[in-house]
């Protein structure tokens, strides 16, 4: 108890295909928390998700992509 941790998860930089029907990232369920970041490739990066959670109660959430090329995103 009291302990934080954070973490950080790297897509590849090639093609990333994510199916999943929540995609949570720092859901700490009212604890305390360090930062959960995830790094979307710099290739393709398809994700099929009914929901997707950033920072739920007290988290600490990031995504990003890990390059600054234009992004094109699709409903």
Known sequence: MGQVESGTLNLSNTANDITANIIQISNTGGQNAAAGI???GSGTNAIQATTINLGISKGD????FASQTQVALEP
């Open 38 to 40: 995830m790094v979307l």
């Open 61 to 64: 959430a990031t995504l990003r």
